[in-house]
């Protein structure tokens, strides 16, 4: 079973930075690609950024590109999405997700291809 639990959510400043995190079970990173989704009220989920299962290659979403940085940490199983230059449009719930990418190098960047999901943790950016 594959578990994700974000964190690192909260209320700033527009201007400011914030990490977040995704604690993943164990082998979760070698056996799936993972990726950062967000949602705003009334909005689709659309993504953020994505790394390979080898985390040689990532990949990020429009919206967000140049103000965000997907990394890992395999020893501690956790995935993190650095984002600076918060915006107010960028107030969403953002969510962790794993999926089965197929080859080692590929990342993912549709919801639908995630089977994995975590509970979101919500990030709110004030003007």
């Known amino acids: 079973q594959v578990l994700l639990m974000e964190s690192g959510g909260g209320s700033v400043q527009a201007g400011d930075s914030l990490r977040l995190s995704c604690l993943a079970s164990?082998?979760?990173?070698?056996?799936?690609?993972m990726g950062w989704f967000r949602q705003a009220p009334g909005k689709d989920r659309e993504f953020v950024a994505g790394m390979s299962r080898s985390g040689s290659r990532t990949v990020y979403g429009e919206s967000m590109r140049g103000r965000v940085t997907i990394s890992r940490d395999s020893g501690k199983n956790t995935l993190y999405l650095s984002m600076k230059t918060l915006e107010t449009e960028d107030t969403a719930v953002y969510y962790c997700a794993a999926g089965w990418a197929g080859d080692y190098d590929n990342v993912i960047s549709t919801a639908h291809e995630y089977d994995h999901w975590g509970q979101g943790t919500q990030v709110t950016v004030a003007s």
């Open positions: 164990e082998r979760t990173f070698s056996l799936y690609g």
